[in-house]
Every structure is written in C-alpha cells, then in structure tokens.
C-alpha cells in the first residue's frame, strides 16, 4: 500500500485539526469510506492549494476560487471521485485540469505515477510550484487540450476529468485501459451535471451515475469551445 510522505514543513500541522474535522464531519457522514483516501484527505495540506487569503476557509464544504475563473473543488467532491477510481498503489492515472493541483496530489498518495494536464499556463506553474515544495515527485505534468489526453503515456489504469464536458471524450475512453475506470462530469455548461463512472472491461464500456456536481466547464476539441471563440 502506498504510504503519503510529505516534506517535513511546520506549515503542514498548522490545520491538522481542521483536516480531521473535514474527515469526520465531511466525508465519513456521506459515504466516503475508502480507509486510504480517507488518510490521504487528512494528510495533504489543502490549503497550500489556494491563495494566502484564503488558507482559512481551505476545508470548508465548498469550493473556492484559483484564478482565471476556476475552483478546487469541495472536499467531498474530491474525495467521492477519488474514491470511485478504487486505487491500490500501482496504478497509472490520468487527470484532465490539474487546476491548482490539490486533486492531483490526492491521486499522487494513492497511485503509482500521475499524468496531469492543464490548459491554463498560469496554473500549471503554480501546482508545479507545490508539488516541490511537498516533494510530490511521481506527478508528471504539461500544459495541453486535455480532452485529447496524452496518449504517449497510455493506457491509463484510471482518468479523472475534473471540468465538465457535453459527453465523455473519445480520446480518453481509447487510452483508459481494459480494464479501467473514469470518472467525469458529464452535462451542460450551466446549472447541475451527473458525475458519472466509465467502467471498461473486456472490450465494453458501461456508465453509472454517481452524484449531481457543479463544475466548470471543459475546454478543447473534445469539450467546450472556449468563451471567445
């Protein structure tokens, strides 16, 4: 099993309370019962994720802003995808928007090895800067459409999407491995989406919705069209 080593940093106890609190209150009461995600969600510092102003409200039941429009998601949100992708250790994942990069770091301290992709240039940089920082050093990374995955790394034992698209993009259900599971927001640009589970075993795939989420939207050629275009 794999075990989360964080640098040491005496930053990283200043809200170990309120991490167990967001554990018990949080995402134990709704169903998260995975024990290593679990331990990973009480470990990881969430609010060296999210800008100074914001580190007190780092484990509230909601999101908050990163910039250029985007959030890092509530706890129980991270936690419920998280789980749904049942990592042991070995795998190899795929995330599509590494955003500020707490959800990638949950995946690091479950997994073997995360391949993240982000369209934001700004972002991108300030995960990387984190992920030093906390000595996350099985996380590759790059700045790309991440709705055409990165297929020079695949198959993926798991892909986590972390926007919401009108459907499940092609390219991503042709490097998730058999077998395999995805996890994404699936729905309109506005309003409430389904998060649902792709499931590929033996050459079929099958869907399961798992909750109603709000996230924002995915851009790319398998996506949205950004705003301006």
């Known amino acids: 099993m794999k075990t989360l080593t964080l640098r040491p940093d005496r930053r990283t106890g200043k809200y170990a309370k309120a991490r167990e609190r967001m554990v018990r209150e949080q995402l134990l009461p709704r169903g998260v019962t995975d024990p290593r995600v ?18 007190g409200r780092a484990y509230g039941d909601h999101p908050l802003p990163i910039g250029e429009g ?14 749904a992708l049942r990592l042991r250790g070995r795998e190899k994942v795929l995330e599509i928007g590494t ?10 301290a479950l997994c073997d090895r995360v391949y993240t992709v982000e369209r934001l240039k700004s972002l991108h940089i300030k995960a990387r800067r984190v992920f030093d920082e906390l000595h996350l050093f099985n996380i590759l990374c790059k700045i790309d459409d991440g709705t055409l995955g990165w297929p020079e790394h695949g198959p993926y034992d798991a892909i986590m999407v972390t926007a919401a698209g009108p459907r499940v993009p092609e390219p991503l259900i042709a490097q998730l491995a058999d077998p395999g599971i995805l ?3 699936v729905g309109g640009r506005e309003g409430v989406q389904e998060l649902v589970t792709v499931v590929k075993e033996q050459g079929e795939t099958r869907e399961q919705v798992l909750d109603s989420v709000r996230f924002v939207s995915l851009i790319g ?9």
Not at 41 to 47: C, H, Y
């Open 38 to 55: 679990l331990e990973a969600m009480a470990r990881l510092p969430r609010d060296f994720f999210v800008d100074e102003a914001l580190r």
């Open 70 to 83: 985007q959030t890092i998601s509530q706890p129980y949100v991270v936690a419920l995808m998280t789980q």
């Open 99 to 108: 955003g500020c990069g707490y959800q990638t770091a949950i995946l690091a």
């Open 183 to 185: 996890v994404m927001p």
């Open 221 to 229: 050629d398998h996506g949205w069209r950004a705003a301006s275009s």
